[in-house]
């Protein structure tokens, strides 16, 4: 399956982000879609993720914050990000999976990233 992740952009501090991860080749919605995210000299941070049955899962850091949702008439998953700070710049990434086990996301197949900025 290929995955593209977009609307990222330059938000100030406190606004709100809605991230989309559309997906085309395989049948969307036998998949679980994660999302993760890298900042600039970080390693790579698996921030939630949603199951076939819209189960969700999130990280502690970011729980409040972000909500995880899918269309799959549409193949897309969703990021919703309210009240954001500085450190939630970074490259926003969707991933598949075949799988469900969190509070891990095994990575069967990884889309391009949306950046995202956040000024203070």
């Known amino acids: 399956v290929q995955l593209q992740a977009s609307g990222g952009g330059l938000v100030q501090a406190g606004g709100s982000l809605r991230l989309s991860c559309e997906a085309s080749g395989r049948t969307f919605s036998d998949y679980a879609m994660g999302w993760f995210r890298q900042a600039p000299g970080k390693e790579r941070e698996f921030v939630g993720a949603?199951?076939?049955?819209?189960?969700?899962y999130y990280t502690d850091s970011v729980k409040g914050r972000f909500t995880i949702s899918r269309d799959n008439a549409k193949n897309t998953a969703y990021l919703q990000i309210d009240g954001l700070k500085p450190e939630d710049t970074a490259d926003y990434h969707c991933a598949a999976s075949v799988i469900w086990y969190p509070p891990r996301f095994r990575v069967d197949f990884w889309g391009r990233g949306t950046q995202v900025t956040v000024s203070s």
């Open positions: 949603i199951s076939w049955y819209d189960t969700t």
